[in-house]
């Protein structure tokens, strides 16, 4: 047997061997992004029960209703900079939404790193974003018991 035919064999079973288990399509959403993003209570209903249950991470509506949040939140924050919500307020605060536990609740990456931060003599953080992380960790139905 020369070596082109090994190769071409090798291939070749290869391709069989893939197609033989092919997955099935991931499940359809039962709402897209833009469905969340204009049906507000709704998003928030579905990624309160997609936190309070890991389950349910690789579940479409999740993540449908997860990144419709995420940008709900970052339009809030540019029209917060376009209304001036900057380095120049007098809480040194970008933005308004940094005061708001609901938002830490649902960002606890962002959250962890705020309060350790926080905790450090001399942090760089207003007061008030400090105590609505703290808050928001009260918040989280997805925190350990």
Sequence with gaps: MNVRHLIAVS?????????????????????????????????????????SDHSYGHNVDCMNAETAGTLDWGRRSANAARQGFGTTRPDGEFFPYLRDPSYWAQNRLARVGVIAACNVPGTSYAPSTCAAARKGEALDVRRPS
């Design 11 to 51: 291939v070749l079973s290869a391709v069989a061997s893939s197609s033989a288990v092919a997955q099935s399509p991931p499940p359809s959403a039962l709402h897209d992004i833009p469905w969340y993003q204009a049906h507000g209570p709704a998003r928030e209903a579905t990624t309160r029960l997609c936190h």
